[in-house]
C-alpha cells in the first residue's frame, strides 16, 4: 500500500484536508498528514507528498527526503458550508479574511462565479486596515485575524482540494480508471446538494414573495419599501394607482414615481419615524414611514385623508353601538356658583395630561358626569370609553370582566374567550366607579394593571399590553378605609394622582334654581316653578345630591296640573320637612331660653355648636336667617355685640 503524506500550513487545514482524503483514498493508500505550525521534527519519506498551497511550498519542501512525486494542492471553497452566506442581507458589506491577499481574492472570485454576489465582498488580510464599521465577516477557517468588533462571523472552514488534484493523486496510485467515478460522484454530490438548496430557497422565497405580493395588493393602504438612495424594493398596486404609474416600478428610483421634491425630502430624511400630510395628483394623502435600521430600509404606507375620516366615523359609530362612548361634556355641568366653576376649571385642566384620576363625591354629586367630560376634553376623545361599577360587580365575575379570558378557562367560558373591559378600552379611558367597594384581592391585581400597564387574561399566559387612561370614583373615605385595613395604601395613591372632590348640594345651594329651570325646560319649556317652592326646596339639605333633585323634578312635572308647579306639587316627605323647619325655629328659641337660664348671652356661634352637638346642620349663616325670621315674628330681639339675641 502507498504511503501519502499530506503537509499543511496550519493544524485546523490539516485536519479538513486529512478527513478528505481520508474519504477518497483511504481505502487504497495510507495516509499521513504533519501541520507547519505545529513543527516537524522528522524527514518525510513518502510516494506522495501533497502541499495545501504554493504559499508554504519553499518550506514545506525542506522536509522531504528522497525521490517522492510532490503535488501543490489546487484548493476550492467548502460548497457544504456555503449555504450559510445566503441568509446575508442583500447589499451588506462584508469582510473576506484570509491569511494572504492572494488567496483571499481568490475566495471572492470563487464565491461571485457561484453567484453569491448578492453582497459586497470587502478584501481582508493581515496588514489591512478596517476603515468603516461592517457587521459580517466569512473566513475559511482564519477567525483569529478577523477583526474584534465584527458582530457575526460566518467561518465556513479550510478551502478544500479541487477535484482536479483528486484525479491527479488517483493516477499517482494507479488507481484512476476504477476510483474515478466514485471520486467524481463523491464530490458531484456536494455541488448537487447545494444546488438543490439553493433552487429550493429559490423556490420558498419565490412562493413567498408572491404569497406577499397579493397581500399587497389587498391592502387597502399603499405601501413602498425603498433602500437609503432611494431604489424602490417592494411596492403594491395601490401605490401605482395614487402615483399613476404603469408597469413594474420595483428597481426604479422614487424620484421617478413622485413629482413633489417635498414628498422625496420626507421619504429620504433620516428621521426613524415620522408622518406628514401631503398631496399627489390633487387628492390628500397621510404618508407614514419607518427605517428598519438593520436592513437600512425605508417603508412607507400611504393612506386616503378621506379614508382615515370614514374609518374614524365608522369606528365612532362602533364605540356608540357598544355603549363605549362619554355622554357628557363640561357644558353639561349646570351651576353659576364659585365652587362647581372651580371644580369644573381644575377638571378642564387634568383633562389635559394623561395620568390617573380620582374623584371623591356623594352619591349623585355627578362623579361619572366628570369622568366624561374629563374623557372628552382629553386626547383620547375619540376612543372607548368604558365604565364599570364596583358596587354591582358580582366578585366572582369582577376578574374575568376585567381582565377577560382564554377559552376553557373555567366551566362556561365562551369558545375564543374573550376580551376583558381594558383591553376593550384599549387606547381610550377606563372609569373605575365606586372603587371603594372592590375586594382586596382585586385591588391587588388593580394595582399590577397601574403599575405595569398590562394584564394577563384567566387562563392565559401571555402578557397583553395596554394603554389605557384610569379614572376612579368613589362615595366614600379612601383614606379612613386605608385607616381601617380596608382599602390598600399603594393603591390608593396610585390612584390619587389627580384628585377632584365634588361638593356635595348643599354647599353650593345658589345653583338649585338653575338646575330646577335646567331639568324642567327639559320635560316642559312651558312649565314654571313658584318662588314659594325654590325657597322650600333651597332650605332642605338634598341627601340624595343632584339625583335626587332630577328626580323630584320628574316628579313635580308629573302631578303638576297647571302651567305653574306650587307647593301642593311637592311629594309628601318635602312638604313634611318644610313643617319641620317650625321645630328648627322651635330648637334655636329653646337653645337661647337655655342660655338665658345658665346666665349665658345666646351669640350664633354658640347656637351652631349646640345644634351640631345635637346632629342638626345649621350654619351660622343659616341660623342668622332664621334669627331674622324669628326677629320678624316677635319671637326675638337681636342686639350688637356680646350681648347676643335675647327672647321677647
Not at 362647581?340 to 355627578?366: P, Q
Not at 373605575?432 to 392565559?460: F, N
Request: glycine content about 6%.
Amino acid at each position: 500500500m502507498k504511503k501519502v503524506v499530506l503537509i499543511a500550513g496550519t493544524e485546523h487545514t490539516r485536519e479538513t484536508l486529512h478527513e478528505q482524503l481520508e474519504s477518497y483514498i483511504g481505502g487504497i493508500a495510507q495516509v499521513e498528514s504533519y501541520a507547519i505550525d505545529k513543527g516537524i521534527k522528522d524527514k518525510i519519506k513518502a510516494d506522495i507528498v501533497i502541499i495545501s498551497t504554493s504559499l508554504i511550498y519553499n518550506e514545506a519542501i525542506l522536509f522531504i527526503e528522497g525521490v517522492s512525486k510532490v503535488i501543490v494542492a489546487r484548493r476550492v471553497l467548502n460548497y457544504k458550508i456555503i449555504e450559510n452566506l445566503l441568509f446575508i442581507p442583500e447589499g451588506e458589506k462584508v469582510l473576506f479574511v484570509n491569511d494572504c491577499k492572494e488567496t483571499t481574492q481568490e475566495c471572492i472570485d470563487w464565491l461571485k462565479k457561484l453567484g453569491l454576489n448578492h453582497v459586497e465582498y470587502i478584501p481582508y488580510y493581515p496588514g489591512c486596515e478596517l476603515k468603516e464599521k461592517i457587521n459580517y465577516a466569512i473566513t475559511p477557517g482564519e477567525i483569529d485575524i478577523v477583526p474584534k468588533d465584527i458582530a457575526n462571523i460566518i467561518d465556513i472552514g479550510p478551502r478544500l482540494i479541487d477535484i482536479v488534484t483528486i484525479a491527479e493523486i488517483l493516477k499517482e496510485l494507479n488507481v484512476y480508471d476504477e476510483k474515478w467515478e466514485d471520486a467524481t460522484i463523491m464530490y458531484l454530490d456536494k455541488i448537487v446538494s447545494l444546488a438543490k438548496k439553493f433552487a429550493d430557497i429559490s423556490k420558498e422565497k419565490t412562493r413567498a414573495f408572491n404569497h406577499i405580493k397579493v397581500v399587497m395588493d389587498g391592502m387597502k393602504e399603499a405601501v413602498l419599501a425603498f433602500d437609503n438612495k432611494g431604489k424602490i424594493i417592494v411596492s403594491n398596486e395601490n401605490l401605482k394607482f395614487i402615483v399613476g404609474a404603469k408597469g413594474n416600478i420595483v428597481g426604479k428610483s422614487i424620484r421617478e414615481i413622485f413629482a413633489g421634491n417635498n414628498i422625496i425630502e420626507f421619504l429620504l430624511s433620516c428621521d426613524k419615524e415620522a408622518s406628514n400630510l401631503f398631496e399627489i395628483r390633487g387628492e390628500k394623502y397621510i404618508i407614514t414611514k419607518f427605517i428598519l435600521d438593520k436592513d437600512n430600509i425605508s417603508i412607507a404606507t400611504l393612506k386616503s385623508q378621506k379614508d382615515l375620516e370614514e374609518l374614524e366615523k365608522q369606528m365612532l359609530k362602533d364605540l356608540y353601538r357598544k355603549g363605549y362612548y362619554a355622554k357628557y361634556s363640561f357644558e353639561d355641568i349646570i351651576g353659576n356658583s364659585i365652587e362647581i366653576n372651580y371644580i369644573k376649571d381644575i377638571g378642564r385642566k387634568i383633562a389635559k395630561n394623561d395620568l390617573t384620576v380620582l374623584i371623591e363625591g356623594e352619591s349623585g354629586t355627578g362623579k361619572e358626569l366628570f369622568a366624561s367630560a374629563i374623557h372628552n376634553e382629553s386626547m383620547r376623545k375619540n376612543k372607548p370609553f368604558v365604565a364599570v361599577n364596583f358596587s354591582s360587580l358580582p366578585e366572582n365575575l369582577a376578574e374575568s370582566e376585567l381582565f377577560g379570558y382564554e377559552e376553557g378557562a373555567f366551566t362556561g367560558a365562551l369558545k375564543g374567550g374573550k376580551k376583558g373591559l381594558f383591553e376593550q378600552a384599549d387606547g381610550g379611558t377606563i372609569f373605575l366607579d365606586e372603587i371603594g367597594d372592590a375586594s382586596l384581592k382585586l385591588q391587588t391585581k388593580l394595582l399590577r394593571v397601574l403599575q405595569e400597564k398590562e394584564i394577563m387574561r384567566i387562563g392565559g399566559n401571555k402578557i397583553i399590553p395596554i394603554d389605557v387612561r384610569v379614572i376612579a370614583a368613589t362615595n366614600k373615605n379612601l383614606r379612613e378605609l386605608v385607616e381601617k385595613g380596608e382599602f390598600r395604601e399603594d393603591l390608593y395613591y396610585r390612584l390619587k394622582v389627580m384628585y377632584i372632590k365634588l361638593p356635595p348640594l348643599r354647599q353650593r345651594k345658589e345653583d338649585i334654581k338653575v338646575l330646577l329651570d335646567y331639568f324642567i325646560s327639559k320635560k316642559d319649556k312651558g312649565l314654571k316653578i313658584k318662588d314659594e317652592v325654590v325657597n322650600i326646596l333651597i332650605n332642605y339639605n338634598w341627601p340624595g345630591n343632584i339625583r335626587e333633585l332630577k328626580n323630584l323634578v320628574e316628579y313635580m312635572v308629573a302631578v303638576c296640573n297647571g302651567s305653574e308647579i306650587d307647593k301642593m306639587d311637592l311629594p309628601l316627605d318635602m312638604l313634611h320637612y318644610d313643617n319641620m323647619l317650625r321645630q328648627d325655629l322651635k330648637l334655636i328659641l329653646d337653645i337661647i331660653e337655655d342660655l338665658r337660664k345658665r346666665g349665658e348671652n345666646a351669640s350664633r356661634r354658640k347656637i351652631e355648636r349646640i345644634c351640631r352637638e345635637k346632629g342638626i346642620n345649621l350654619t351660622e349663616q343659616m341660623i342668622r336667617t332664621r334669627l331674622k325670621e324669628l326677629e320678624k315674628m316677635g319671637y326675638v330681639k337681636s342686639q350688637k355685640g356680646r350681648v347676643g339675641t335675647m327672647l321677647l
